[in-house]
Structures are given as C-alpha cells and as structure tokens.
C-alpha cells in the first residue's frame, strides 16, 4: 500500500522580530500576553497539516486551548482580533472560514518548492500567491471536485525548466456575471456612507476601485492583500482634500484614477 503523500511540512521561519511586529503587539494589548502562544499554536497546526491554510470549525478553538492551556474563548478572541488586525486575511475568512494570509501561504511555497507534487485549493489562495502558481513554470492537473484543487507537478527538463499546462479556464460568461455581481454588492456597500462623503467622491472611488481584471474575474479591490472599506474611504477623502488645496480657487473635477494611485 502506497504511503500517503505528506502535504504539510516539519518546520517553519519565525521571524526574529515576531513579538515586535505591529500585528502581534495589537493582539498581544487587547487579548493579553497568552495570545503570542496562542497564535504560534495556530501556525504550528497550520504547516503541519494542510501547510498553508486552517479551517474554522467547532474543534478548532478546543484543540488550541487544550494544547495552550487557556479557554477555548481566549482563542475565539485572539483569532478575531488577528482576522481585524489583518494576520489572517479577512476576505477568504469572511467566504470560506479558513485561516491563512499571505505570509503563511509565502512561506509554505518556499519550503515545498523542491516537492514533486503538491495540491493547492485555489478559493483559498491570496491573488498574489495564486497569481504565482497559475503564471510559474509548472505542470498543472485537473481535478474533479467542488473546489478548484490544482495539483502542481514539477518535472525537471534538458534545460533544468519545466513544462507549463494551464487548468482549462471556466466559462468565461459565467465568470463575467459573477464578477458583475459581486461589482452590484460593492456598489451597495457604498450606499451608507453617501451622507458622510459628496457623491462625487463615491462614485470616483467606486469607479477606480471596481475595474476589472484583464479576465474579468477580479475587480482591482479584490487584488488588494487588506481591504476595510471605512479606512479606503477616509484615506480617499483625505487625499482628495490634500489635492484640492493644491489648486487654489480651482474645484478639481477630474476624477481619473491616475490621481490616486500613489500611496494604495
């Protein structure tokens, strides 16, 4: 009987300056000195298993808290201030319930980089990552599954290359009207803070941050590694004021994104 193919892997980095890191401190003020124990709990379980990401169910907390030696709600609140602080990413929390970031992700790709085969769930990737893995020199096969499970295979050639096969892209008007959808609930999360911001500015902000991809999969908000809408918004307003006082007695109406890019 074959032996199971490992996934996960042994060993980790931890960086030097892991307790001074801002993230960590934020976490470390609102949720006590035992959270750092807590989330290095978390990475261990993280690259032991699957290697780049963990799912949030109802044992999770227990196994942590067991393993530590706090409350399973010590670890609820811990997991939640590093989802709101950004050390998990909020996005793939908030649709799939798993715990990753694009550090973990970053780290797991470098220690299996010499793996002969290894299996990605592409919803639970960052973009940049799965950016990485669809556009490296790698052969990649499907499988049959309700996620999209890429298998990566490395196969070394005369050349000390590799070859490339790309997973058969899906539909791509299915595609479009999905991101299209998505493009109507973002419009809709803007409607609130109509009174707080001028019109304009929403429609602007809302113009340059919901264009799509070349594929039309992603709109450029959704390549963000953070996004917290309230902060985008008083950053936006902020940086529109800071322009308008450039030029003296001249209302700007150009909302053309080239002005805002410097500084996202």
Do not use: H
Not at 108 to 116: C, D, P, Q
Not at 147 to 168: C, D, Y
Not at 185 to 204: D, H, W
């Amino acid at each position: 009987m074959a032996r199971p193919k490992k996934q996960g892997i042994d060993y980790f980095p931890l960086d030097v300056d892991f307790f001074s890191n801002v993230k960590i401190r934020k976490i470390a003020r609102a949720c006590g000195s035992q959270s750092t124990s807590i989330l290095i709990c978390l990475l261990c379980n993280i690259y032991k298993d699957n290697g780049y990401y963990i799912l949030w169910d109802e044992d999770l907390p227990f196994v942590i808290a067991d393993s530590v030696g706090v409350s399973e709600g010590a670890v609820k609140e811990v997991i939640l201030k590093a989802i709101q602080v950004g050390f998990f990413d909020k996005d793939i929390y908030e649709k799939y319930k798993v715990l990753t970031s694009y550090g973990i992700q970053s780290r797991f790709k470098s220690a299996v980089y010499k793996r002969e085969e290894i299996e990605y769930i592409v919803e639970y990737l960052v973009s940049d990552i799965q950016n990485s893995i669809s556009d490296g020199k790698n052969q990649v096969s499907d499988t049959e599954s309700t996620q999209s499970k890429v298998k990566v295979k490395r196969k070394k050639n005369k050349e000390n290359s590799t070859i490339v096969e790309k997973k058969k892209p899906k539909d791509k008007a299915a595609a479009k009207a999905a991101t299209l959808s998505r493009k109507e609930s973002f419009y809709q999360s803007l409607v609130p803070f109509v009174g707080q911001y001028p019109k304009e500015m929403i429609r602007a902000f809302f113009d340059y941050w919901s264009e799509l991809n070349k594929s039309e999969t992603k709109m450029r908000y959704e390549l963000e590694k953070t996004w917290e809408l309230p902060r985008r918004l008083a950053a936006w307003a902020s940086r529109e004021k800071a322009l308008s006082k450039t030029d003296v007695g001249i209302v700007l109406k150009d909302n053309s994104p080239e002005k805002y890019k410097k500084g996202w």
